[in-house]
Structure formats: C-alpha cells, structure tokens
C-alpha cells in the first residue's frame, strides 16, 4: 500500500516553465514532508522539506505548497532550467519515526 | 560526493546466491538505513541501524540481513536471491535516529540474472 501517492510519473516543460508535482497521503500522523531530487547514477538529495504547521516554504526557485485540510503537498520549481531535469520523489514520516515513506517520483525533463 | 560510500556499484549474480553490500556512512553519522528501489514501488524502506544496534525494520524480506559494525559502516546481506531482488539499494545515514537530514549514497545496482 502506498502511504504517499505522486503524480505526474513524467512532466516535460520548457525552459522557464513552472513544473508542478503532487503528493497526497492518508495518515494524519505525518508531520514532515521533504523533496529529494535525484540525478541519473546519483542517490537521492534533499531539497526543500515543510512541516504542517506553514502552507508554503520557498528556497531560491523551489517552492512547497501544503494543504493540510487536503492531505495534500506540492513542488513548484519557478524558472525551470535544463539543469532540473532529474527525478523528483516526494516523502513523508511521522515525528520520532525512524523511516521516510516516498512517493513514486516524477521525471521531470527541461527542454532548452 | 555525499560523504556516503556505497560499494558495489554494479552487482550481476546468478539466482539463488547471495550477496553482500556495503555502506560507509558519512563521517560523525551513527545512522544507517538501507532502502530498496525499484521502477514501480519507488524507494521502500528496509531497515535502520542507530550504533550498532537495530532500531527500525520496514518490508525486509527475511532472506535480507544486515548489521552495523563498530566502525559504524553497515552490510546488507541479500540470499537465495530471485529475479524479482534486482533493484537499485542504497544507504542513507544520519547524525541522530529521526530521519531528518538523510544524506544517501550513490547505490548499489543488483541484477539477478
């Protein structure tokens, strides 16, 4: 069973273009939600995380959104560049737990 | 460079044998969790060692071990391996035993051929 659904599996935009990903989840007991982004060959990096308690966090162009009513959480990535093609995964873990559930991911493709 | 290292890189085997995986976690890391992805489960989780000691387990399969050494790098080991075992496994490690601030290795690409 998947605690944390994504969508899209794959998302091509143009230079400049603002790609949206989605994650939703069930359990209410989540309180902490990061995006890894993960190139061809490498491991998953982390790159922007929110807690329930703020509806939005933006560092530089990446951008959450979070709805806590909704159980849902999006990445926004302003002026897309080439150079964000990779995967995106979304998470999601409980306070004081030891594991991160991930989503499926989004292959996100940038195109000049 | 994550600070992870994982090694092998690549691992093709035969089915029904068993393979060991290694990770060295970043320097100061007590931490380590092991996850497996494959193309359409994403990353599951397998299980954490917090200093030498078991501390979570996730969907691991009982023909999957692993333990954490003094040194603090950890082994995975895979046996009576299937075809279905053939996945990307990779290590992440952290300084505590929440899972805030992960650094995860490059992997280890397993065939089973």
């Known amino acids: 069973q998947q605690q944390v659904k994504q969508s899209p599996q794959s998302l091509i935009v143009q230079k400049g273009g603002i790609p949206i990903i989605n994650c939703a989840y069930e359990?209410?007991?989540?309180?902490?939600f990061p995006w890894y982004q993960q190139f061809p060959g490498k491991g998953p990096a982390l790159l922007i995380a929110i807690r329930p308690d703020v509806s939005e966090k933006k560092e530089g162009r990446f951008t959450i959104s979070f709805n806590k009513s909704a159980k849902q959480f999006s990445l926004h990535i302003m002026d897309s560049q080439p150079g964000d093609s990779a995967t995106y995964f979304c998470?999601?873990?409980?306070?004081?737990?030891?594991?991160?559930?991930f989503g499926t991911g989004t292959r996100l493709t940038v195109i000049p | 460079d994550s600070g992870v290292t994982q090694t092998p890189k690549h691992l093709i085997t035969a089915t029904g044998q068993r393979v060991t995986l290694r990770c060295s976690p970043r320097?100061?890391?007590?931490?380590v969790y092991w996850y497996q992805q494959s193309l359409d489960q994403g990353l599951q989780f397998l299980i954490q060692?917090?200093?030498?000691?078991?501390?979570a387990k996730g969907n691991i399969l009982e023909r999957f071990s692993a333990q954490q050494f003094p040194d603090l790098h950890s082994e995975l080991n895979l046996s009576s391996l299937e075809l279905g075992d053939s996945a990307l496994y990779f290590c992440a490690s952290s300084v505590g035993t929440g899972n805030y601030g992960y650094t995860f290795g490059s992997g280890t690409r397993l065939t089973v051929v």
């Open positions: 060692y917090y200093n030498g000691e078991e501390r």
């Open positions: 320097s100061g890391d007590l931490s």
């Open positions: 998470a999601a873990s409980r306070n004081g737990a030891n594991n991160l559930f």
């Open positions: 359990n209410t007991a989540f309180d902490y």
